[in-house]
């Protein structure tokens, strides 16, 4: 399976962005074959146009695919557009459904933005702190990812590619988050790319001990610089 939709434009930014996201979708269908009856959650997963374009040319039905998000007009636009089953979610807390609930759930770029609450955001300065509870949060969504998917595909960006995927910014995560924060502050003005300080980008080590049952892929640019982690479990 080597289809996918790729986004209009040819900046270097979206020509990169597209060449990964088609090789995780190669990834992905290694991983997993889509039949009919699969039953797949998009969790983060917006308007669910990167679900539709991860099984464009599979089996996958419609009413089998769920897109879950904390935004209700992004939802809105995923059933309508897609015909997909939409949950809206809260910004913490479990997730709203059962054990082994989907085959796969897949969750791309999501899991680094579950830190604290989004109202401290800009005021949490001390780095420290800011580390300690967020990975308690990320633990936690990664429990819940486990619990409600029989597989999971969860991929989030490397922490020390060069160009940090938030700010476009170069070794921006390498900063102090109290540099961190005054750096967004200034470029958010004028920069291309405007974004907040809520993520936390886990290492390899943090990362694996989220998914203590399934693989680690490191996604590479040129097979040599790792882009992204991405844990694995097959659907069983």
Not at 188 to 212: I, M, Q, V
Request: proline content about 6%; hydrophobic content about 40%; some cysteine.
């Amino acid at each position: 399976m080597t289809n996918f939709t790729l986004e209009r434009g040819a900046g270097p930014i979206t020509l990169l962005r597209n060449h990964f996201r088609a090789n995780r979708a190669r990834l992905f269908h290694r991983h997993f074959a889509i039949t009919a009856a699969t039953t797949i959650l998009d969790l983060g997963g917006w308007d669910g146009a990167h679900l539709r374009g991860l099984l464009q040319g599979t089996a996958a039905q419609p009413e089998n695919c769920h897109v879950a998000d904390i935004d209700p007009t992004a939802l809105e636009r995923a059933a309508k557009t897609q015909g997909y089953n939409t949950h809206l979610l809260d910004a913490g807390g479990k997730l709203p459904f059962g054990e082994r609930a989907f085959d796969i759930v897949f969750c791309s770029s999501v899991l680094e933005h579950v830190t604290i609450s989004k109202a401290d955001i800009w005021r949490q300065r001390d780095g420290s702190m800011f580390r300690r509870e967020s990975l308690v949060h990320q633990s936690a969504f990664a429990t819940e990812i486990r619990r409600v998917g029989k597989g999971y595909f969860v991929q989030v960006p490397y922490r020390h590619f060069p160009i940090e995927t938030h700010t476009w910014l170069p070794f921006f995560y390498y900063l102090p988050r109290p540099a961190q924060i005054d750096v967004m502050t200034a470029t958010n003005k004028f920069w291309l790319k405007r974004t907040s300080p809520d993520f936390y980008l886990p290492t390899a080590g943090e990362f694996a001990s989220f998914f203590p049952d399934g693989g680690i892929v490191r996604e590479t640019m040129a097979g040599l610089i790792p882009k992204s982690l991405i844990a694995i479990r097959r659907s069983s």
